[in-house]
């Protein structure tokens, strides 16, 4: 998503200026984190700050200044989220409010995209695709990994990079460090070799932190058994996450499955 708004904030300049709108700093409860922006037109809105009387009166507040009515304080703007506000937060956010033009288009990618964490989707299945699409507009940069031809979409999803790779465990070697790992290909065989490049790239490296294959129970004491037989101890098996999804989300629909697998990589990150 965020790379989504920053190409329409370009493509928005090229037409004429905005007044982009940053949450600086925050204390206690707010809606948006620090970083979140939203780039303000006179006639649309690229992004969010959150909602509500907060970003009702940041509007107000960004049209005053690209009209050149109000005046432009580089200081950011402190706003109290109670009553006189018609929120009930509690919180303080402080907005900082700039204008820009195509001048500035330049730079700021670098300056409004969050860091993206790289994960690794081997699998062009079902709930591959639907997870793919579910990663679209999170903090993720998405490396799409498969053995078989024609079995990505058509454009991929937003930001996904797609890898055709036979064997498919080959790409493991290759991965971003950090990465994090998603195992659902079309085959029980191909999941076992590329669960086990895994393992044998943490023996060196350690820097795959989380590794997560579809399945049940009973197909990861399948692995298990034949994982050890390949050498690796029940201490290196403990870092493979089998089933994937937080527990307790029912249904075994693709969409669902992508759901619950993509609220679990986000509790990673705070683990992290």
Same mark, same amino acid.
């Given at each position: 998503?965020?790379?989504?708004?920053?190409?329409?904030?370009?493509? !928005?300049?090229?037409?004429?200026?905005?007044?982009?709108?940053?949450?600086?700093?925050?204390q206690g409860s707010v809606?948006?984190? +620090?970083? &979140?922006?939203?780039?303000?037109?006179?006639?649309?809105?690229?992004?969010?700050?959150? /909602?509500?009387?907060?970003?009702?009166? =940041?509007?107000?507040?960004?049209?005053?200044?690209? %009209?050149?009515?109000?005046?432009?304080?580089? +200081?950011?703007?402190?706003?109290?989220?109670?009553?006189?506000? /018609?929120?009930?937060?509690? !919180?303080?956010?402080?907005?900082?409010?700039?204008?820009?033009t195509a001048a500035d &288009?330049?730079?700021? /990618?670098?300056?409004?995209?969050?860091?993206?964490?790289?994960?690794?989707?081997?699998?062009?299945?079902?709930?591959?695709?639907?997870?793919?699409?579910?990663? =679209?507009?999170?903090?993720?940069?998405?490396?799409?990994?498969?053995?078989?031809? !024609?079995?990505?979409?058509?454009?991929?999803?937003?930001? &996904?990079?797609?890898?055709?790779?036979?064997?498919?465990?080959?790409?493991?070697?290759?991965?971003?460090?950090?990465?994090?790992?998603?195992i659902m290909s079309f085959?029980?065989?191909?999941?076992?070799?590329?669960?086990?490049?895994?393992?044998?790239?943490?023996?060196?490296?350690?820097?795959?932190?989380?590794?997560?294959?579809? !399945?049940?129970?009973?197909?990861?004491?399948?692995?298990?058994?034949?994982?050890?037989?390949?050498?690796?101890?029940?201490?290196?098996?403990?870092?493979?996450?089998?089933?994937?999804?937080?527990?307790?989300?029912?249904?075994?629909?693709?969409?669902?499955?992508?759901?619950?697998?993509?609220?679990?990589?986000?509790?990673?990150?705070?683990? %992290?």
């Open positions: 998503m965020a790379v989504t708004n920053l190409r329409l904030l370009l493509d !928005g300049l090229t037409a004429g200026p905005a007044c982009l709108v940053t949450v600086e700093s925050t809606p948006r984190e +620090a970083g &979140a922006w939203m780039a303000v037109f006179a006639d649309r809105l690229v992004g969010t700050i959150g /909602g509500g009387h907060l970003e009702l009166q =940041a509007i107000a507040e960004a049209r005053l200044r690209l %009209a050149g009515t109000a005046a432009s304080n580089p +200081a950011p703007v402190r706003y109290a989220l109670g009553p006189a506000l /018609g929120q009930c937060c509690g !919180g303080v956010v402080h907005l900082g409010f700039v204008l820009l &288009a330049p730079g700021l /990618g670098a300056r409004l995209v969050p860091r993206h964490h790289p994960v690794a989707l081997f699998g062009g299945g079902h709930v591959g695709h639907a997870l793919a699409r579910v990663l =679209a507009p999170l903090p993720f940069a998405l490396t799409w990994i498969d053995s078989r031809d !024609g079995i990505f979409p058509e454009p991929p999803p937003d930001g &996904a990079v797609c890898e055709h790779s036979d064997p498919v465990q080959g790409a493991v070697p290759g991965l971003a460090p950090g990465s994090r790992v998603l085959s029980h065989a191909e999941d076992l070799d590329v669960v086990a490049a895994c393992l044998q790239r943490q023996r060196q490296h350690r820097d795959l932190p989380f590794i997560g294959l579809i !399945g049940s129970q009973t197909k990861w004491a399948t692995f298990g058994s034949r994982l050890r037989s390949r050498g690796f101890s029940q201490d290196e098996l403990t870092q493979v996450t089998c089933p994937i999804g937080i527990p307790g989300i029912g249904g075994k629909e693709p969409e669902v499955i992508a759901v619950a697998v993509a609220a679990q990589l986000l509790l990673s990150l705070k683990s %992290a």
